[in-house]
């Protein structure tokens, strides 16, 4: 006689119930959250300052993707400290919806996202896709009124230092503001060439960029708070670049499609920037 031993098998109900019990709270958050969601995407499309956020969450699904195997591999229990995340998420999002507060309503979204997934999965899936969530952060736009009130200051400050620059290199400059006076031309530093723009998308690429090319925690860091002086050292080349050429050829060149190309020497100067500064981390943080 031959004996076989065999694993047993769980019933295919069962594995549907598992699954709906485990996706349904999802559907369900996705139900709630759907008319924020949609007013974030518009937001995207309205506003050229966010419009990396369309990236965001492909970017985070991909990175999801490739860790699909390890995903699948983590011991999956359920967590119950993360009903407090999913209590204030909720608390948050009831709040942000009574007094009509955009960022805090979604922000709202991330942190009951974070505590869905430490309730149903536990602390071993959060270690491993922490990441991907805190990710999305970036995908939501800023209170305005700290927007403006951080504009200004950078305004001064890209003024200031490309006046700086322009002395150095001889040219008769003066600065009024965030006005820069040239010989026989005017140029301003308005909100656009303040570099809040490039910071918001900068600092979401460093992220990125800092996760993808970077091993120890602390060159991550370093780098991704690099993004911050990156951003502005990138925005002051294309103020430095566009006076000079302003001062040689004449103001044509502050109009379009110059204005625009002159845009993206910004995004040229900071992906260089930020490119030789993970590898020097890389050979130091070996």
């Known amino acids: 006689m031959e004996l076989s031993s065999t694993s047993p098998t769980v019933p295919s109900c069962t594995r549907g119930a ?4 485990i996706w349904l709270p999802f559907a369900l958050m996705t139900a709630v959250y759907l008319p924020t969601l949609r007013d974030l995407v518009l937001d995207w499309y309205q506003d050229g300052n966010y419009s ?32 407090i995340l999913i209590v204030l998420g909720m608390a948050l999002f009831i709040v942000a919806n009574a007094g009509a507060e955009y960022f805090s309503l979604r922000l709202s979204f991330v942190v009951t996202l974070l505590g ?9 899936m959060v270690r491993l896709i922490w990441f991907e969530i805190g990710l999305l952060l970036f995908m939501i736009p800023i209170p305005y009124v700290v927007y403006y009130a951080a504009t200004f200051p950078l305004q001064l400050l890209v003024s200031k230092i490309t006046v700086g620059l322009l002395g150095l290199l001889g040219a008769d400059v003066v600065r009024q503001g965030n006005i820069i006076h040239l010989a026989g031309i005017s140029l301003e530093v308005a909100e656009a060439c303040s570099g809040m723009r490039s910071l918001m998308t900068l600092l979401a690429l460093g992220a990125v960029y800092a996760q993808v090319s970077q091993t120890r925690a602390a060159a991550k860091v370093v780098l991704f708070l690099s993004s911050v002086p990156i951003a502005i050292a990138a925005n002051v080349a294309r103020v430095l670049a566009t006076s000079l050429l302003a001062y040689a050829a004449g103001a044509e060149v502050t109009q379009e499609p110059l204005h625009t190309i002159m845009g993206l020497l910004v995004f040229v100067v900071a992906f260089v920037a930020l490119s030789l500064t993970a590898l020097v981390l890389r050979r130091i943080c070996r």
């Open 52 to 83: 990396h956020g369309f990236l965001i969450p492909l970017i985070s699904a991909f990175f999801l993707w490739r860790k699909r195997q390890g995903l699948t591999a983590v011991p999956k229990r359920v967590d119950w400290p993360g009903l």
């Open 116 to 124: 869905l997934v430490l309730y149903l999965f536990g602390r071993g």
């Open 18 to 21: 598992t699954a709906w019990s």
